[in-house]
């Protein structure tokens, strides 16, 4: 038979304080209860662990022995019992994040930051990934929850708004707006903007075609758009883009960033997650992220 853990605390406390009646005012029962626990705990093993005399509780070889692997089995014991109940509470497990560019400068690495400083158990494993993409990466069950520019989703996709970015306007750093402290994004008209296809980021094309419409024109895209090369046209002046002003911590090379005239023109950036999912450990990381949020005054 294996031993219970209860008769296994017993033998420590006793063999740590020399003392049934100390153990048993530790344990908060009656001496004879601790007495009984020993007994029963020599029995299933066969060996007897303690010396009883007069004065005082002794350790046998063999209780010498067993106190050691004892300590650890009661260590790993307190441990599992402490990890599950952060599980439960959220605060341990894996979240598998996805993230898109646009809150890849400022959004998610202080989200994540934060969440390392108040649930350092719980593990995030982030990965950056098109707006485009997320319906079926969700689908495909890939990830728990994503970080995106708000778009709409098909029932069962779930979203919460976490903030609101203001766009500036990204221009080479010899073009001729650079010089102007504020630009209405009307002056823009005649502009070429280099713009991802809606197909690979449509919560972000939509809020750069709802900005230009709402200053009175349609915008005119770069039709090969498309990673790097955003910036390679933008640094040669071959055309102009609306990015988060967030940006400005990872600008590239070649590139200014210049603020638009109000009103303020901004992006929403939204947490999303399956609607069935109950995993403690999301349900924490929204709320660590909405804390955060109004913490940031991020609305």
């Known amino acids: 038979m294996t ?13 740590e304080r020399s003392s049934f009646t100390a153990a048993a005012e530790e344990l908060h029962i009656a001496q004879q209860a601790v007495s009984q626990q020993i007994k029963a705990l020599e029995r299933t093993l ?4 303690l010396q009883r005399t007069s004065r005082k509780v002794q350790l046998t ?5 067993f106190l050691a692997d004892a300590r650890r089995l009661l260590a790993s014991a307190d441990r599992a019992v402490s990890r599950v109940q952060a599980a439960a509470r959220g605060e341990a497990g894996t979240v598998r994040l996805a ?10 690495p202080t989200m994540l930051a934060t969440a390392n400083d108040l649930a350092p158990q ?15 990466l969700f689908d495909a069950e890939q990830f728990d929850l994503a970080v995106a520019p708000k778009t709409s989703y098909p029932r069962g996709l779930r979203q919460r708004l976490i903030r609101q970015e203001t766009f500036r306007l990204a221009v080479a750093e010899d073009h001729p707006l650079v010089s102007r402290e504020q630009i209405p994004l009307s002056a823009l008209q005649h502009e070429r903007f280099e713009l991802w296809p809606r ?49 400005i911590e990872q600008l590239p090379r070649g590139v200014r960033l210049v603020d638009l005239a109000p009103p303020p023109v901004k992006l929403l950036i939204t947490a999303v997650w399956r609607t069935g999912n109950h995993q403690p450990a999301v349900a924490r990381l929204v709320d660590i992220t909405t804390r955060l949020a109004k913490e940031r005054s991020w609305f």
Not at 46 to 49: A, C, E, Y
Not at 209 to 229: I, L, Y
């Open 3 to 15: 031993p219970e853990l209860r008769q296994i605390r017993c033998f420590v406390i006793v063999a």
């Open 46 to 49: 066969g060996v007897t662990l």
């Open 61 to 65: 070889p063999e209780g010498v022995i």
């Open 99 to 108: 993230y898109t560019l646009a809150t890849a400068y400022d959004t998610v």
């Open 122 to 136: 719980l593990k995030i494993d982030a990965r950056e990934v098109f707006g485009g993409d997320l319906v079926a």
């Open 199 to 247: 197909a690979m980021a449509p919560g972000f094309y939509d809020a750069v075609a709802a900005a230009c419409r709402g200053a009175g024109f349609e915008h005119d895209r770069d039709e090969q758009a498309a990673g790097s090369t955003v910036w390679g046209n933008i640094a040669r002046g071959r055309g102009v883009a609306l990015v988060v002003s967030s940006l």
